[in-house]
């Protein structure tokens, strides 16, 4: 409480140096300033886009876009189509297993810090299979020529292709590549030939599909890829396959996702694992749209299962005692 000899004259507060009774005490001043600084801090980081809900929106608009992909009217694959790269599943030994034995396909793997700020893809980029098995624009690739072929013409057995993708981004394009393993490139959780996407075509980014009989792998050399179907997917240049060991993952933003790289499991009769089995998979025909995984198995005679046993309920058997 304020006294008399507080505003006797000569006093601090005479002179000005205290509040006069029922001023607020406190920082407001600065509190003002401060709010207003964020106010523009905010303004301006609107303007120029690096908002969290921004960058959250310019994620979902590019990375986790959905895509259209490319319908195969005669059944192959065609230079030129929009695929995704599938790694089927097999059944789990355990229950532990599921996720590691289920379908995977290949997706393009960036870093935490560059995926709200990228505008684009920036080489070299990482890959790893994913669980998502709809096409977005982080597990969609395009193929790609590099013998001068037109598009729309099948792939075949034996011949060289790329495989090229934005990443759901408008450009550039990255291309899918690898190398032999040195003791500064090498994957970073098997230790083995790794696998990247690069910005220049050259020898490094060449693929070719084999059947997958090793028996009939010479015979079938030069027929049209069979799109939906099970291949081995080999690099030219180091000739090793493109594989998902399913044993070897890591953690992204995306969550828990497993390393890709190029190796070449053989088991005891000398014949590929189901590791380095692919699938190349198209788009739906049908009106609903999707992919060809979606697309629901033929019954024969045109009857689903579930409608025969609907039909067997109805059906009256007469009593011939």
Known sequence: MVTEDAVRPGSARHHGC???RGCSWGNWKEEACLEEERLRDFMQKRERGELLMQKINRLNDNLL???????????FVCFGDTVMLLSPGKEPSVQRDVEARGELTLAVNLEEVSIYSALALHPPCALSAVTTASPVGRNTFCVLSVDGESVGEPVKFGQKFGLGTTGGFSDPMLYLASDHKSFMRFAKKSYLQQVFLTDELS????WQANFLDPQLRLEYEGFPVPANSKLIITHCHTNRSLAVPRNFWTRSYFGREYEVICHTYLDSHRVEEDKNYW????????????TMLDRPEPQPGGTGKNEFHEEMKNVKIPDYN
């Not at 020898?203 to 060449?206: R, S």
């Not at 190349?280 to 009106?287: A, E, L, Q, R, S």
């Open 203 to 206: 020898y490094l980014t060449c």
């Open 18 to 20: 205290l509040p006069a």
């Open 279 to 290: 699938v190349i998979v198209t788009g739906n025909p049908g009106d609903e749209g999707g």
């Open 65 to 75: 876009k959905k895509v259209q992909l490319s319908v195969s009217k005669d059944g």
